[in-house]
């Protein structure tokens, strides 16, 4: 569609012209020259455990954007209810039955952004996250959220862009031992539930 | 400068449709029902998925625009085996009243499309008659060229709205050299500007019922009673495939200024006619069966 290539040019100019003061916790940019390929990295909200943290995101875009909204995942594993532990796929309402053409990449960015502010464990891409949120067992939920930002998560934005993170050629959690390990964290955590939850089938 | 203005608003409301385009509906309610074991996650994703596919099928099997067609030649068949035997009688009076018609694609923006390629089909056969340019499409290139700061006044992002808007006024100064056959052509093009038009109108729609909040918000009340004019907007009129309601239809006859006849073909024998704005005389009327517009042409047309 003739659309896109018009749409994403002016998304580029404006997102080249902000600076940091403009918009601190978010940095998008083209990926390696192709206006369907981007890159952003979001800077964890405040008070959230993922406040010490910046996650990158693979962001996507076809010839039928803005029309069809991008799809984003996170590159930077990250432990929550509506990011999915393997894909990285993330679940916003505005990226999926909710798109309009009014919303940006930089808009879709700031979106996925407030999910990470915002969990929403009742109907949860990482049934685990969304687990211990539901049963209310927020420490540990936010023990586990933590631990992968330390083992995952960058520390600051890329100034330029043009430094790659050292998350993004990682292997993702689909990688064999990354994944058990990870997995591995959380059963620990877990692992007081299963106690009780076994001692309650016991002594029932 | 507002030709609907309070009395129309109110006095159409009270027949607000049931906005679905029929087969859509169908379709996904039919998809949706193996899915209880899944998360409500998986669910959306994959009632998002089908709705993708059925929208992809629906565009392979409609064109967005068909040919004209005789009003009996065109719906006799689909209501002969209908056991509301209304629906026969409301064509006989439709098919004296009317002389053809186009049946829009069935994808949620029958109502914006149909509007929109018979507006400018008039406007392209009006203006071909004439040597110099026609007052209307002046008039509208204005109303479009003015429409991008109201846009941008209620909070749309001018890099997002820039392309859009752009494409709407670039088809406007094509239209003294466009032909009606042209003009199919352009609005049946897949990879065509046709779209971004047809969204460019709910758009205009959306900052006319923002401009005017107060007026429109006793229409959109939600579930919880109260009235959120910007997710009503962000939900009901952006999304791109979204089914239109009277709201919709009074905002963007507004904004433009271009008046639009509503025939309302049910099983009742009566087809009714509703005129937006009351006592306009649109050139532009469509023909509404539940949940979907198609496109009506006058016997004079």
């Not at chain 2, 069935?106 to 009006?126: I, M, P, T």
């Not at chain 2, 038009?197 to 729609?205: D, E, H, I, N, T």
């Not at chain 2, 910007?230 to 791109?240: G, H, N, S």
């Amino acid at each position: 569609m003739i659309g896109w290539a018009k749409r994403l040019r002016k998304e580029l100019q404006e997102v080249r012209q902000l600076s940091v003061e403009d918009e601190p916790d978010i940095f998008l940019r083209v990926h390696e020259d192709s206006l369907l390929e981007w890159r952003a990295w979001i800077r964890g909200p405040h008070d959230t455990p993922y406040a010490d943290g910046v996650f990158e995101l693979e962001i996507k875009v076809t010839t039928e954007y803005p029309l069809s909204p991008p799809t984003v995942r996170f590159a930077t594993p990250v432990f929550h209810p509506n990011v999915h532990g393997v894909t990285g796929e993330v679940c916003v309402d505005i990226l999926k039955s909710e798109w309009t053409p009014a919303w940006t990449l930089l808009a879709a960015c700031r979106a996925v952004r407030a999910v990470l502010e915002h969990p929403n464990a009742d109907s949860p891409l990482n049934c685990d996250a969304g687990n211990l949120i539901r049963r209310g067992a927020l420490e540990e939920f936010e023990d586990l959220a933590r631990t992968a930002v330390a083992e995952h998560a960058l520390r600051e934005i890329p100034s330029s862009g043009a430094t790659p993170s050292p998350g993004s050629d990682k292997p993702r959690l689909r990688g064999k031992h990354q994944g058990s390990c990870f997995y591995w964290h959380y059963l620990l955590a877990l692992s007081p539930i299963f106690g009780v939850l076994i001692m309650q089938a016991v002594s029932g | 400068m507002n030709p609907a203005g309070d009395d129309s608003a109110t006095t159409t409301t009270t027949t607000t449709t049931e906005a679905a385009d029929g087969d859509l509906q169908r379709a996904l309610e039919a998809s949706l029902r193996d899915v209880g074991t899944m998360s409500a996650q998986e669910q959306d994703r994959l009632t998002i998925d089908q709705l993708n596919d059925i929208v992809a099928t629906i565009a392979q099997e409609q064109p967005m625009v068909g040919a004209k067609v005789g009003i009996s030649e065109a719906l006799a068949a689909e209501y002969a085996e209908n056991p509301m035997k209304g629906f026969a009688l409301g064509i006989d009076i439709l098919n004296a009243k009317y002389s053809a018609m186009r049946r829009v694609r069935k994808d949620g923006n029958c109502f914006y499309r149909g509007f929109l390629y018979r507006y400018l089909e008039a406007l392209v056969l009006a203006q071909q008659q004439q040597p110099t340019t026609i007052p209307e499409l002046v008039r509208i290139r204005e109303v479009v060229k003015g429409s991008k700061k109201k846009l941008l006044d209620v909070g749309y992002d001018e890099s997002a709205m820039d392309m859009f808007w752009e494409m709407f006024a670039e088809l406007l100064d094509q239209v003294p050299s466009l032909t009606p056959d042209a003009l199919h052509l352009k609005l049946n093009d897949e990879q065509g500007v046709s779209n971004h038009v047809v969204w460019f109108c709910r758009a205009l729609s959306a900052t006319q019922i923002k401009l005017n909040a107060d007026r429109f918000a006793p229409f959109i009340m939600g579930e919880d009673g109260l009235a959120d004019v910007d997710k009503f907007c962000r939900t009901e009129v952006e999304p791109v495939n979204h089914e239109c309601e009277q709201v919709q239809i009074i905002a963007l006859t507004e904004m433009l200024q271009v008046p639009v006849t509503i025939e309302y073909l049910d099983a009742s024998g009566h087809p009714s006619s509703i005129v937006f704005p009351e006592g306009a005389h649109p050139t532009v009327k469509l023909l509404y069966r539940p949940g979907h517009y198609d496109i009506l042409y006058d016997t004079t047309d």
